[in-house]
């Protein structure tokens, strides 16, 4: 197996992975990651996927390695296109989000990409699933706001953690895909750069 490096601070991902039985080590990119706000989810997860796991690469000198990033988007679709929610800056804003979230089917979309270090070749796909989320009650969200979950999480809400109270029902894809790293995908990825 080909040395991975996880271009990703997430917490999430890395627990997945580990819960995968896939060794890898972390490096961060710190990559720009603003991007058209009239996209489709897919395009604009999988291209700051794919400048993550690039940027990592690039600063590396691990030829053997491959170099897997990701990016979640949390998006609603609306007349017209898409309105995308990302990490909530503080308490106020999670509280917008949530109440914006609360009964919808919105979208969650996570873009995995695979570098390979030998000759910088991507490998780029995008899983996606919609979210059925229950009316949430107004001191629903100040609870959950209070509990600090939000905090550096797309759309301000983790269905890992209590949240999942909010959500009725998921379509399409899997729940390790609205955690942040779709496994079944990230695995096929991986294989196909020779993982």
């Known amino acids: 197996m080909r ?11 890395r627990r997945l992975l580990a ?3 896939i060794a890898f080590e972390v490096r961060v990119s710190g990559v720009d990651e603003t991007h058209d706000p009239g996209g489709r989810p897919e395009d604009i997860a999988e291209e700051l996927a ?10 590396s000198d691990f030829e053997e390695a491959l170099f897997l990033g990701a990016d979640t988007v949390v998006a609603l679709q609306q007349e017209g296109g898409w309105s995308f929610l990302g990490k909530p800056a503080h308490a106020q804003e999670a509280r917008e989000m949530l109440a914006r979230l609360s009964g919808t089917r ?9 570098v390979r270090g030998v000759d910088g070749e991507a490998f780029l796909d995008s899983e996606r699933t919609w979210v059925l989320m229950r009316e949430i009650k107004p001191e629903e969200i100040d609870a959950y706001v209070e509990s600090g979950e939000w905090e550096d999480k797309a759309g301000g809400y983790a269905i890992q953690e209590s949240a999942d109270a909010f959500v009725e029902a998921l379509e ?4 390790d895909n609205v955690v942040g790293l779709p496994l079944e995908l990230t ?7 020779g993982g």
């Open 172 to 175: 399409g894809g899997g729940f």
């Open 19 to 21: 819960q995968a039985g």
């Open 187 to 193: 695995k096929e990825l991986l294989s196909a750069a």
């Open 50 to 59: 794919r400048r993550k796991a690039t940027a990592v690469a690039k600063e």
């Open 106 to 114: 919105h979208a969650v979309v996570t873009g995995v990409c695979v």
């Open 3 to 13: 040395r991975i490096v996880l271009a990703s601070a997430s917490p999430r991902r």
